[in-house]
């Protein structure tokens, strides 16, 4: 299994930021560990204020949850079988997409949010940080591979 480094998730900070610049947006970006612990954070320039709890909130639920923040929105909606599930935990569960989790050998190491668009824009955001993430894992198991081959 990867644990979820400083250096690791400042890569990661570094593929959000730069897929939230194609995009023409200011994103705030949070990397929580596998105890949703803060590890980085990184609010672009001229990003909203609110979105500094909201993207840190965001990557916290992927990981408590254990899901994409996505999947809560579907099923918050009233009448869904989770509705109201947002005003637990002191109001930090989030059900904005934009929140996934870093998964490694099928165990959640960490989790990302991101806050500054609209829910299908934090979502690409925060997939390519996940993408950043799977490709350096995907490396690590090829060259741990190698060494005992």
């Known amino acids: 299994m990867v644990k979820l480094t400083l250096e690791t998730a ?10 939230s610049r194609q995009m023409g947006l ?6 929580v560990d596998d105890g949703g612990n803060l590890v980085a ?20 639920t992927s990981v408590s949850m254990q899901m994409p923040t996505a999947n809560l929105a579907q099923t918050a909606q009233p009448g869904g079988p989770t509705f109201g599930i947002n005003t637990t935990n002191f109001g930090r569960i989030v059900i904005l997409g934009g929140g996934i989790p870093l998964v490694s050998n099928g ?5 990302i949010g991101v806050s500054g668009g609209t829910s299908a824009q934090d979502i690409e ?3 390519a940080a996940v993408q950043a993430f799977e490709g350096k894992v995907n490396a690590r198991i090829g060259s741990l591979q190698q060494s005992y081959s």
């Open 125 to 127: 955001i925060a997939n």
């Open 26 to 31: 200011s994103s705030n970006i949070a990397i």
């Open 107 to 111: 165990h959640i190491v960490g989790g």
């Open 41 to 60: 954070f990184q609010r672009m320039d001229n990003a909203r204020i609110a979105g500094i709890e909201i993207s840190k909130n965001k990557a916290w």
């Open 10 to 19: 400042k890569r990661l900070l570094a593929a959000a930021e730069q897929k």
